[in-house]
Structures are given as C-alpha cells and as structure tokens.
C-alpha cells in the first residue's frame, strides 16, 4: 500500500488520517468532555455568541395579532386556568377560553377596547363551583367579587377594573338586564353563544346529568301541554333557555352565529322527536 501525509509543501492536499489539525480547533474526545458519549457532541469550541434574550410567548409588550391587541400573557392564563379547577362542567376552564374566543372575535368586528373585554371574558364565571350545588347560574356579583381582587393584585388601573367587573356583573341571563357598555354586550353574546348549538346540547346533558335531572318528561317532553321544568328535566332547558337565546343577541356578529346555532338546536329536536316516537 501507499503511505502519503499531508503537510502544506505537498503539492497536492491529500487529507488522511495521520492528519493534523489546527490547534484553534479541537476535536471533541472524551476527554475534553465529560458528558456522556450518548449526549449532543460539541465538534469544536467557538468563541461565544451573544444573541438577544429570547421573548417568551404571551409575554412581554403587547404586539400586534389578528387585528387586535394580544395583552392576555401565558401566566395571567395558567393562574385564571387554575381559578376553575373546582368549577362544574358547564362552566369550566374549557368553557371560558370558549366565550374569550368569541368574544374577541365579536369585538374586533364591533372595535370593543380588547383591554375590558378579554379579562372579563376569562373571569366572568370565577364563582361556578358554587352554581351546581344551587342549581342556579355563578352569581355575576360574587364572580365580580372574585375577579376585583384578581385584577387588584395585577395592578390593572381602578377605572379599568369597574369596567370589566361592570361586565361580570351583568352578564347573567337570569338576570335579564340589558347592558350599558359595548363590552358588556359583547360579553353577554359570547357567552350565550356557547349555550347554543352543539356545544350548548353537549352542555346541557353535562349538567342534568350531574344534578341528577331525567332525560325528559315521558308524556309531554317537548313542552306542548305544559310549562317547562328545567330543575326535572333536562329537555325542558330547550324550551326555558336555549331557544330563547338568538332573539337577545346586541351585535351583528352574534345574530349571524346565533342564527347557525339555533339551527343546531332545532333539528336536534326534530331528530330526537322522530327517534323516540312521541
């Protein structure tokens, strides 16, 4: 065999492996790292590279997303998150990121101060724990109660807090109050929106059922000879709530979903009158 060396007065760069490499380099070995061979090789040693702090996501200034102010940071939602972790099924953790969604996406329509709307959305249920063992909705008061000393350990200005708890306050149906403020309105919209269609079907039964409600009534359950009874059946709730929802709507954008929803609602009940044969 040949044995060749590369040396720099070769007239050719043969590179074998008796090879010497630059001593401003070095090859990583066991011995110029402690680590575990099965860990990330360090192939060579370069002189440090700064780079700029990296943002983490949800915190920091507020930017620009989706046409409107992205200020709810990743921390404010693992606390809140953690604010509902007793709550009842109708109006848990799930829920509320429900109503926020749609509440921003009412709001960038109807130019609603995101600053107002967003934290009321994620705190307007903050007392639901308490609903189930009532049989009532959470109480906007004791919510409201709630979320003012949240929002007070944020150090969110007071003018701002009244506004949202305004919000809070009001937002209940059974309250049947018509709001003052755009986001209040707005609250009271997304939040009714998620009591309809598929996911307000889904709701309903999720609640009945963990109050111990039948299904329906056997000789009357879709209300025609009777008044409804929502505490004794849970298909009564159709008829007291959930399709009285769409007519209260406030904004433009909730009439449009609220009249897909209401489809939803209807045809459900088409399909369960036709399958249990009354």
Same mark, same amino acid.
């Given at each position: 065999g040949i044995s060749e060396t590369w040396s720099p007065d070769s007239p050719t760069s &043969? *590179?074998? +492996?008796?090879?010497?490499? +630059? =001593?401003?380099?070095?090859?990583?070995? =066991?011995?110029?790292?402690? *680590?575990? /061979?099965? #860990? =990330?090789?360090? @192939?060579?040693?370069a002189r440090p590279h700064r780079s700029r702090p990296r943002r983490v996501r949800g915190e920091g200034p507020p930017s620009r997303r989706s046409g409107s102010f992205r200020i709810i940071s990743r921390s404010w939602l693992d606390e809140i998150s953690s604010l509902y972790r007793k709550a009842d099924p109708a109006h848990d953790f799930s829920h509320i990121l429900r109503v926020c969604k749609l509440a921003r996406k009412i709001g960038q329509e109807e130019k609603a101060d995101m600053r107002v709307l967003l934290p009321a959305a994620l705190l307007h249920d903050l007392e639901s724990k308490k609903g189930l063992k009532s049989g009532k909705e959470p109480s906007g008061q004791a919510s409201a109660s709630a979320a003012r000393s949240f929002l007070q350990g944020k150090g969110m200005a007071r003018d701002r807090i009244e506004k949202? &708890?305004? !919000?809070? #306050?009001?937002? +209940? @149906? +059974? *309250? %049947?109050i018509l709001p003052a403020t755009l986001e209040a309105r707005i609250l009271q919209d997304a939040d009714r &929106?998620? /009591? $309809?269609? !598929?996911?307000?079907?889904?709701? &309903?039964?999720?609640? %009945?059922? !963990? $109050? %111990?409600?039948? $299904?329906y009534h056997l000789q009357d359950p879709f209300c025609q000879d009777r008044d409804p009874d929502d505490k004794r059946w849970n298909l009564d709730h159709f008829y007291r709530k959930l399709l009285k929802l769409k007519e209260g709507m406030h904004t433009s954008a909730a009439k449009r979903l609220a009249a897909k929803r209401a489809r939803v609602l209807e045809q459900y009940l088409q399909d369960l009158e036709e399958e249990i044969g009354v």
């Open positions: &043969l *590179r074998t +492996s008796t090879r010497t490499r +630059s =001593p401003r380099r070095k090859r990583w070995t =066991p011995s110029t790292d402690s *680590r575990s /061979a099965f #860990e =990330p090789r360090h @192939f060579h040693e949202v &708890l305004y !919000a809070v #306050e009001v937002h +209940s @149906f +059974s *309250r %049947g &929106l998620d /009591a $309809m269609g !598929a996911i307000g079907i889904a709701r &309903l039964f999720v609640t %009945g059922g !963990a $109050m %111990g409600r039948e $299904m």
